[in-house]
């Protein structure tokens, strides 16, 4: 069975700082990796979308990289701004037309 | 023009009430979902549908029904409510089904008293 795991839980760092989020999931078979962003009593936002054949998507300030062999993945974001606070959760799709979502990382970015 | 529209946004009712959740994408994608998502903040699937038949049905009590009268329209219905039920609904849509990215409407608050 699929488990997803995010750390750190919360997250909260001075405007302009470089950040690393990161995600581990327990089985490799996957065919690809998504990041969301949660918005508080909003829906979910599909940020980047990694296929199990890449090493890393790019879109703006974030950049997400893809180990599938070790199972990790982590969302980089430069250059942090307030507007970027909110939870980014990792998913990973393994088939069968379900996604296997992680906790989520709070991160709360201050002026 | 939301892409996945979700009504009612927020949901009170006494325990043994049924309910519906209404959701509609106008994006053309053949697969819709349902989420739930816990007081903990955990999303865990609940059912998926493709092109109006069902694909994924994940352990949940039969009190809770999808009915998918076409590929646009993906609503859920909740019998005998309980306390536990107490969650943020989220439908979803995507082009195939997980291949590609994933849209959410922007969620149900279900409150059961």
Redesign the interface.
Known sequence: KQEVTQIPAALSVPEGENLVLNCSFTDSAI??L?W?RQDP??????LL?IQSSQREQTSGRLNASLDKSSGRSTLYIAASQPGDSA?Y?C?V?S?????T?G??TMLLVSP | DTAVSQTPKYLVTQMGNDKSIKCEQNLGHDTMYWYKQDSKKFLKIMFSYNNKELIINETVPNRFSPKSPDKAHLNLHINSLELGDSAVYFCASSPTGGYEKLFFGSGTQLSVL
């Open positions: 065919y690809n998504q969301f009593g909003k829906g979910l936002t599909s979308l939870t959760l998913a799709f088939g069968y037309s379900t996604l979502f906790k989520g």
